[in-house]
């Protein structure tokens, strides 16, 4: 903990003039965490330093956890706030990434403008994350696991304990005698995680001493090979780029490696999940060589993408027997509050910040107001409000079914429609060359089905 204020400098512009926020889970490593930035020299402590905890309702013991970290944060002269969790357990992934999921939203939308969110992830986990991921078969993105640095809500994330294994954590805080809660359920060896850290890594330690060091120092390798392949994917975007689409013949010109690492990235940029090795192999090779007038389609759980002549179109995402939404009235997302809006009837609406994203957040009137179509609305083209087009005919060239259309969000400050779900926005609140705060506007039509 020693060097903490030095990797905090490092890893945030400006620091300590800044406003940090701390996950307080109640273990050891958040209450470390807490302790160590709290209690660093005045020269070195962050101007506005508060807590989050978010309470998962899913164990009895919750409320011991909850009260512990208020107590804790409390000691400290530090002011912590308890975010409630609804975790859906019926979303056909485990109960432990639905868990993370509700938890990194809570956190997201709980962020203040500018705030910075730090989480005591360590070397440990680091590690960890990384044999999950090698074991599920991850590509290069996947095995990067955590970076130190990421962009969350309105703010940042930063990991600054990546470099610190567990064991120096626990001793940090045995020698300063600080209290934590146990979550028995870490050790229950059903979970993946679990397994690794008590029966795998253990043995892995035995042979080779330096286990997790090294694992985590190849997790960081990774990281810069994706940034260069990132980088890579970008200038070939440039090139295949057709407005929403991408060019089919641009992507033939590259090798099927690029092509693949291009399309990934494609998929991610619009928010897509990513198709398993088998539907990528195909997407970049059977659907690029159909013969022409073919409308070759690769589907998977969640997305779709399919070649219309030249041009290849990834397509919105379905949902199996996805129930009416019905009418909305007076359903109203306090967005500064919360970045993130479930739907009725499945899915919700994202903001995410994003530095090229296409929304300006500070022309997005606050609050906003959902609703569906019930036929005739238009979106103004120009900043005046002219130039309008008809919803119907703009999700007809999007080439949704007229299912699918019924359940497209529309938001609408006063009776001015604003955005047609993440296909089409208002140009009043589009994003210029002079715009500060941008961000991207997510529709998430449902939840893979796994």
């Known amino acids: 903990m020693r060097t903490l204020g030095a990797r905090l400098a490092a890893l945030i512009p400006g620091f300590p003039d800044c406003r940090l926020c701390v996950a307080l889970s109640g273990g050891v490593d958040s209450v470390v965490l807490l302790t160590a930035v709290a209690t660093l020299p005045r020269s070195t402590r962050p101007r506005h330093l508060r807590a989050l905890h978010v309470d998962h309702h899913l164990r009895p013991e919750s409320a011991l956890w909850r009260a512990h970290a208020l107590r804790t944060a409390r000691q400290l002269?530090?002011?912590?706030?308890?975010?409630?969790?609804?975790?859906?357990?019926?979303?056909?992934t485990s109960l432990e990434a639905e868990a993370r999921r509700a938890r990194y939203a809570l956190l997201a939308g709980a962020l203040r403008d500018g705030e910075t969110l730090v989480t005591a992830q360590h070397l440990d986990d680091q590690a960890e994350t990384l044999l999950l991921q090698l074991l599920r078969g991850a590509?290069?993105?996947?095995?990067?696991a955590m970076p130190e640095r990421a962009p969350l809500g309105r703010g940042w994330l930063v990991r600054p304990l990546l470099r610190v294994t567990r064991a120096g954590i626990e001793r940090w805080a045995r020698e300063r005698q600080l209290a934590w809660v146990e979550d028995d359920s870490n050790v229950d060896e059903r979970f993946d995680r679990n397994f690794l850290r008590r029966r795998v890594l253990p043995l892995l330690r035995e042979r080779w001493p330096a286990a997790p060091e090294a694992i985590a120092?190849?997790?960081?390798?990774?990281?810069?090979?994706?940034?260069?392949?990132?980088?890579?994917?970008?200038?070939?975007?440039?090139?295949?780029?057709?407005?929403?689409?991408?060019?089919?013949?641009?992507?033939?010109?590259?090798?099927?490696?690029?092509?693949?690492?291009?399309?990934?990235?494609?998929?991610?940029?619009?928010?897509?999940?990513?198709?398993?090795?088998?539907?990528?192999?195909?997407?970049?090779?059977?659907?690029?060589?159909?013969r022409p007038g073919a409308v070759p389609r690769v589907e998977w759980d969640g997305a779709s993408v399919e070649r219309q002549g030249e041009r290849v179109i990834a397509a919105a995402r379905e949902c199996r027997a996805l129930p009416s939404p019905g009418p909305a009235p007076g359903l109203t997302w306090?967005?500064?509050?919360?970045?993130?809006?479930?739907?009725?009837?499945?899915?919700?609406?994202?903001?995410?910040?994003?530095?090229?994203?296409?929304?300006?957040?500070?022309?997005?009137?606050?609050?906003?107001?959902?609703?569906?179509?019930?036929?005739?609305?238009?979106?103004?083209?120009?900043?005046?409000?002219?130039?309008?087009?008809?919803?119907?005919?703009?999700l007809r060239e999007a080439r949704l079914t007229p299912a699918e259309r019924a359940h497209v969000p529309l938001l609408f400050a006063a009776d001015r429609l604003l955005a047609v779900g993440d296909l089409h926005l208002d140009a009043g609140v589009r994003a210029d060359a002079g715009s500060v705060r941008r961000a991207r506007l997510v529709w998430e039509r449902c939840a893979p089905v796994r």
């Open 217 to 290: 120092r190849a997790a960081g390798h990774l990281a810069e090979a994706q940034q260069l392949l990132d980088r890579l994917a970008v200038r070939d975007l440039e090139h295949a780029s057709d407005g929403e689409a991408l060019s089919a013949m641009a992507l033939r010109a590259l090798d099927p490696a690029r092509r693949r690492n291009a399309l990934r990235a494609w998929l991610r940029s619009r928010a897509l999940p990513l198709p398993d090795t088998a539907r990528l192999t195909e997407m970049a090779g059977t659907l690029l060589a159909a």
């Open 77 to 92: 002269r530090v002011s912590c706030t308890v975010l409630d969790a609804e975790v859906n357990r019926a979303r056909g």
């Open 139 to 144: 590509g290069v993105a996947g095995l990067a």
């Open 334 to 394: 306090h967005w500064r509050r919360r970045r993130t809006l479930a739907l009725p009837g499945g899915g919700r609406l994202c903001l995410r910040a994003d530095a090229h994203g296409d929304l300006d957040l500070g022309r997005l009137p606050h609050p906003l107001e959902l609703r569906f179509r019930r036929g005739g609305e238009k979106l103004p083209l120009r900043r005046d409000g002219g130039g309008r087009r008809a919803v119907k005919a703009l």
